[in-house]
Every structure is written in structure tokens, then in C-alpha cells.
């Protein structure tokens, strides 16, 4: 069992920047892949970044490759989303999420999820 607790989240302008943490309980958290979505109101829930037990691998969304950047610290139980160059159309509440051995895009392969920190950017 995971548990998982989301921060960070706030109100930033467009070209500003913000960092994502998420907390995870229990012993097993450097064996799951980490992973972030997100869901802007009235859509559906969409994979933003992933990353792999080790930190080796990482997979990004299209819409975020090249801004957004996921790295873990196993020692801490913390997976973090450093979001830069930040746009209007990443307002969304983002959720972290556990789940197995693959980097998955799907939400469906998650088994644990945090309950959301909400990401407003004003443009």
C-alpha cells in the first residue's frame, strides 16, 4: 500500500515557473514507477510525465516535453515535477500517481493516486 500527497501547486503567470512534490508513505515506493497527470476542468485526465523506479527512464507528454521535468529522490519517498515556461493551458489540478513496472501513458496501470494539487496559470 501507497500513499501519496501532493504540494505545490499555486497561481503563477504564463513564463513563470513551479515545482510539484509528491509524498509517498510505505517501504516500497523506489520499486513503482512514479508518474504525473493532469485534468483541466471539463477533460478528461491526461498523462503528463513518468519516471522509472531507478530514475533511469523518464516519458514526457508531448504538450510538456522540453519544460516540464520529473526526477525522484528514493531516499526522501519523493517524486517532484519542475514545470518552467509555463502556459495557460497547464491550469489543471495534477495528480501523482504509483503503479507498476513500465512507463505507462495510461491512467488505468495506476494503482495508487495522490488527491490533486490544483495549478493555475493567468495569462
Do not use: H
Amino acid at each position: 500500500q501507497v500513499q501519496l500527497v501532493e504540494s505545490g501547486g499555486g497561481l503563477v503567470q504564463a513564463g513563470g515557473s513551479l515545482r510539484l512534490s509528491c509524498a509517498a508513505s510505505g517501504r516500497t515506493f523506489s520499486t513503482y514507477t512514479m508518474a504525473w497527470f493532469r485534468q483541466a476542468p471539463g477533460k478528461e485526465r491526461e498523462f503528463v510525465a513518468a519516471i522509472s523506479w531507478s530514475g533511469a527512464g523518464t516519458r514526457y507528454a508531448d504538450s510538456v516535453k522540453g519544460r516540464f521535468t520529473i526526477s525522484r529522490d528514493n531516499a526522501k519517498n519523493t517524486v517532484y515535477l519542475q514545470m518552467n515556461s509555463l502556459k495557460p493551458e497547464d491550469t489543471a489540478v495534477y495528480y501523482c500517481a504509483a503503479g507498476g513496472s513500465y512507463l505507462y501513458t495510461q491512467s488505468n496501470r495506476y494503482d495508487y493516486w495522490g488527491q490533486g494539487t490544483q495549478v493555475t496559470v493567468s495569462s
